[in-house]
């Protein structure tokens, strides 16, 4: 199975080549514009692979929740690749990917959504499966609440920048955390590549970012209204 992956849900975006069991990335950490080494890396990547893009399987991309600019890269690339190709896309879920840096088979994944707000969701990994029970949702990190019954790991940025209003039903419930994971472009293809053997692949034109969230910026009133300056 062969299958290019792109993650820009957040700065430190990256790209990686799946080649049956073997996965090389590269991470575009430290540009400003992603946008204008993303589509050298991947000629990169392909031609060290001695792979026509048209050999591909499939182009995954993390389709969010996360930077709203970045989704739109990510997902305008891989569709933009995979009409001149003709190969089908997989949009995968940034809050799964990283749901594969935690420990254990019970992970709760939240990240920093700006504006106060963190995205949020939980899973059962089983291997390279992350196997939704909370569905990605947006709320304030004192709304978090974990599914009910067993101990989590926590992944994300929500548990650094956060920290102080998780509430604290969550935090005594978690086995461990990694706040500092960020999604990578190996996970969006191996959680791809179960999505390719079950037939799961999108016609390009209809592959959409997972915003979560439709909303880029507070009002004046809505800053104002929580403790910020107009």
Same mark, same amino acid.
Request: proline share 6%; charged share 20%.
């Given at each position: 199975?062969?299958? +290019?992956?792109?993650?820009?849900?957040?700065?430190?975006?990256?790209?990686?080549?799946?080649?049956?069991?073997?996965?090389?990335?590269?991470?575009?950490?430290?540009?400003?514009?992603?946008?204008? #080494?993303?589509?050298?890396?991947?000629?990169?990547?392909?031609?060290?692979?001695? /792979?026509?893009?048209?050999?591909?399987?499939?182009?995954?991309?993390?389709?969010?929740?996360?930077?709203?600019?970045? /989704?739109? /890269?990510?997902?305008?690339?891989?569709?933009?690749?995979?009409?001149?190709?003709?190969?089908?896309?997989?949009?995968?879920?940034? +809050?799964?990917?990283?749901?594969?840096?935690?420990?254990?088979?019970?992970?709760?994944? @939240?990240? *920093? $959504?700006?504006?106060?707000?963190? #995205?949020? $969701?939980? =899973?059962?990994?089983?291997?390279?499966?992350?196997?939704?029970?909370?569905?990605?949702?947006?709320?304030?990190?004192?709304? +978090? %609440?974990?599914?009910?019954?067993?101990?989590?790991?926590?992944?994300?940025?929500?548990?650094?920048?956060?920290?102080?209003?998780?509430?604290?039903?969550?935090?005594?419930?978690?086995?461990?955390?990694?706040?500092?994971?960020?999604?990578?472009? @190996?996970?969006?293809?191996?959680? %791809? %590549?179960?999505?390719?053997?079950?037939?799961?692949?999108?016609?390009?034109? #209809? $592959?959409?970012? +997972? =915003?979560?969230? *439709?909303?880029?910026?507070?009002?004046?009133?809505?800053?104002? %209204?929580?403790?910020?300056?107009?």
């Amino acid at each position: 199975m062969k299958i +290019l992956a792109i993650e820009t849900s957040c700065e430190r975006a990256s790209v990686a080549l799946l080649v049956d069991d073997d996965i090389v990335e590269h991470r575009l950490e430290g540009h400003a514009n992603h946008s204008e #080494y993303l589509l050298p890396t991947l000629r990169a990547l392909l031609g060290n692979a001695g /792979l026509p893009i048209a050999t591909l399987d499939a182009i995954a991309f993390g389709a969010g929740p996360g930077a709203f600019t970045g /989704l739109r /890269l990510a997902c305008g690339v891989a569709q933009g690749l995979g009409m001149g190709a003709g190969i089908g896309v997989v949009p995968i879920c940034s +809050l799964a990917a990283l749901a594969l840096q935690g420990e254990g088979s019970t992970v709760f994944v @939240a990240t *920093d $959504a700006r504006m106060g707000e963190v #995205y949020s $969701a939980a =899973y059962r990994v089983d291997g390279e499966q992350a196997i939704e029970v909370q569905v990605p949702a947006c709320s304030p990190p004192q709304h +978090l %609440a974990l599914p009910a019954g067993e101990r989590w790991f926590g992944v994300g940025s929500a548990f650094r920048v956060h920290e102080a209003g998780i509430p604290a039903s969550v935090t005594a419930r978690l086995s461990g955390r990694n706040p500092t994971a960020v999604p990578r472009a @190996a996970d969006i293809a191996r959680l %791809a %590549a179960g999505e390719v053997r079950e037939g799961r692949l999108l016609a390009p034109e #209809y $592959a959409v970012p +997972l =915003y979560v969230r *439709d909303k880029v910026a507070l009002t004046t009133a809505e800053r104002l %209204a929580r403790g910020g300056r107009a």
